[in-house]
């Protein structure tokens, strides 16, 4: 079993910045890849971003690349999203989540095993 635990959401205004976090518990030593959802109200959930553990290999959608990063420090088994130039369409509730087999596509939330509960970002105009 692996838990998550994800912090960091808060509301904030339109072109700032936020750093969510994921900790990870359990047996998260043995996860493969970690990624990061969201769900808008009335929208189907989303992929936002994943790092590959070991090769910090890194992916993004396309609607936050170059505003997003995704970074991890494996000491602590905590992934983050820095989150700048926020838009009031990047509002959502953000969820981390683990894959723990090699997975190729990082994108699809079904292949992922461990959810946290989320985190509320509201970004106002």
């Known amino acids: 079993q692996v838990q998550l635990v994800e912090s960091g959401g808060s509301l904030v205004q339109a072109g700032g910045s936020l750093r969510l976090s994921c900790a990870a518990s359990g047996r998260a030593f043995s996860s493969y890849a970690m990624g990061w959802f969201r769900q808008a109200p009335g929208k189907e959930r989303e992929f936002v971003a994943a790092i590959r553990l070991s090769a910090g290999s890194r992916y993004y959608a396309d609607s936050v690349k170059g505003r997003f990063t995704i970074s991890r420090d494996n000491a602590k088994n905590t992934v983050y999203l820095q989150m700048n130039s926020l838009k009031p369409e990047d509002t959502a509730v953000y969820y981390c989540?683990?894959?723990?087999?090699?997975?190729?596509?990082?994108?699809?939330?079904?292949?992922?095993?461990?959810w946290g509960q989320g985190t509320q970002v509201t970004v106002s105009s």
């Open positions: 989540a683990t894959v723990q087999s090699l997975t190729i596509i990082l994108s699809r939330s079904d292949d992922y095993d461990y």
